[in-house]
């Protein structure tokens, strides 16, 4: 039930390496959009995933309970120097240091942003096209609508609709 089909879809995954992959999470609701991806990225591709997050965090916290390995990190250039050349970036738009990351490997890597609120933070935090990712990846029409008007100049090709995979995690577990 759990969609990545857009990573399926990947010229790195085509060619079937085993990827080095930096996930920058942030707070509750980018944990529990972007883990059961990262969960499921990995039991699938066999991923090398390093889990970021801020000193201090929500995420930090949640991750810590699950006894999830991750590292926790000040800033995005704390994260850049320890990790150079990732093969793939994956955050979300509720992630600051994901956003600054997204930046900093332009050019180094593809960054894929999971947006999981309608829009706000597009404006308000990403709306400099200097942050704009390789995709990113919203819920439904509305949300690519909303990106399209937030983002004018984003090319509507590289926003990709796949239905929420916490959601799939959490319907999964009462089927």
Not at 108 to 131: H, M, N, S
Not at 138 to 145: A, L, P, Q, W
Request: include cysteine; proline fraction near 5%; charged fraction near 25%.
């Amino acid at each position: 039930m759990l969609r990545v089909t857009f990573l399926d879809n990947t010229q790195l995954q085509k060619e079937r390496i085993l990827m080095k992959v930096i996930a920058s999470i942030q707070d509750t609701g980018c944990t529990y959009a972007l883990l059961p991806v990262l969960q499921e990225a990995e039991r699938r591709y066999k991923w090398n995933i390093k889990i970021c997050v801020p000193y201090g965090s929500s995420a930090a916290r949640i991750l810590e309970a699950q006894e999830i390995p991750h590292r926790q990190f000040q800033s995005a250039e704390e994260v850049r120097n320890r990790y150079s050349s990732p093969d793939l970036l994956l955050t979300s738009t509720g992630s600051t240091i994901g956003r600054d990351l997204s930046y900093l490997y332009k050019g180094v890597c593809p960054r894929f942003v999971f947006q999981y609120t309608w829009g706000a933070k597009l404006i308000r935090e990403w709306e400099d096209p200097r942050f704009w990712p390789t995709g990113i990846i919203v819920n439904d029409v509305i949300d690519k609508k909303i990106t399209q008007r937030a983002w004018k100049g984003y090319d509507h090709d590289r926003i990709y609709i796949t239905p929420s995979a916490a959601w799939d995690a959490f319907a999964r577990g009462y089927a």
